[in-house]
């Protein structure tokens, strides 16, 4: 297994397409189910020795959890009394998928209700509809679940430095995204106006660290980072290395590091992390988090083992 394999975005556009819809029907299942967390933490999956998790959901008394096995490439649903259902994930279409998600689930005596469309994916065709998107291909999901893997240890890494308010690293289903986010302690309010998904998730001073396969608008898996609110003149301060960049992004500034430049990098995972702390540190001067106070660096707090 190499480090960083490539993954080409136009190789497997169509598998991501097909497999992100699969992701969104089950996160709005677990969406559903789930306690509320702050900053929306219950929703995203996360990682797995073979794949994707909701984690344990539903209520004490009706637990049951759903699992993307993408070794076997199975969608397994348990439940906490023992019982289970497996459906195959090839050679499905997002339609079918979609049925035969919701009969294992009403086989196990689960019910949810979703707003059965996808979010954020350029069309509307409500899953149980959509027969077009039904590509999936097994070796090219097994290598995205392995970079995920890769990259969320090197998340955790960077994550460890930080010793505030800190999320998981989580894979967000609607964005497709793995991220974690340091908060800096300054609570903002987002104005009234604004969605009430953003306005969770940025109801606090954020700089948010994670990693993307790319989209129409950039088509390369990269590296990012960003603080929200964005402060004035980010986009000027300094990252490492020099062929990081801050980008335009819907009205803001994503830090960016391109995952191919990263790959050719004689250390890769330093790499990474020299981009991350550069941007975290441009983020931190700006707003004035206390970076020095919250740092906790390679996990330590302990004064005596500093």
């Not at 302690?185 to 109801?203: L, Q």
């Not at 980072?225 to 301060?237: H, I, V």
């Not at 430049?261 to 540190?281: C, E, I, K, Q, W």
Request: aromatic residues 14%; charged residues 20%; negative net charge.
């Amino acid at each position: 297994m190499d480090l960083f394999p490539a993954m080409p975005y136009d190789e497997w556009i169509a598998t991501k397409e097909t497999f992100h819809r699969f992701c969104q029907i089950v996160g709005k299942v677990r969406l559903a189910t789930s306690v509320r967390r702050n900053h929306w933490w219950n929703v995203p999956f996360h990682l797995t020795g073979r794949g994707l998790t909701t984690r344990p959901t539903g209520t004490p008394g009706d637990a049951f959890c759903v699992d993307f096995d993408l070794v076997r490439h199975r969608l397994i649903v348990d439940r906490l009394d023992g019982r289970q259902a497996e459906i195959p994930l090839i050679g499905q279409s997002v339609a079918s998928f979609h049925a035969d998600f919701f009969a294992a689930l009403a086989g196990l005596g689960i019910a949810a209700e979703i707003n059965a469309v996808p979010f954020d994916l350029g069309d509307t065709i409500p899953f149980a509809e959509d027969t077009g998107h039904a590509a999936y291909d097994p070796a090219l999901i097994t290598r995205y679940w392995q970079i995920l893997s890769q990259v969320a240890l090197v998340l955790e890494r960077y994550a460890a430095d930080f010793c505030g308010k800190t999320s998981p690293v989580h894979h967000f289903w609607h964005t497709f995204d793995l991220a974690v986010t340091r908060f800096t302690g300054r609570v903002v309010g987002a104005k009234p106006e604004v969605d009430p998904v953003t306005r969770e998730a940025y109801s606090w001073e954020v700089i948010s660290a994670g990693f993307w396969f790319g989209d129409e608008e950039r088509p390369w898996p990269a590296f990012y980072s960003y603080t929200a609110p964005e402060p004035a003149g980010l986009e000027k301060e300094p990252l490492w290395p020099d062929w990081a960049a801050w980008l335009p992004s819907r009205g803001s500034h994503l830090a960016v590091l391109r995952y191919d430049d990263v790959r050719a990098a004689d250390d890769p995972v330093a790499t990474v992390l020299g981009f991350l702390d550069s941007a975290y540190a441009a983020g931190a001067r700006l707003t004035g988090c206390d970076a020095v106070r919250l740092a906790s660096p390679a996990g330590v707090t302990d004064p005596y083992e500093a």
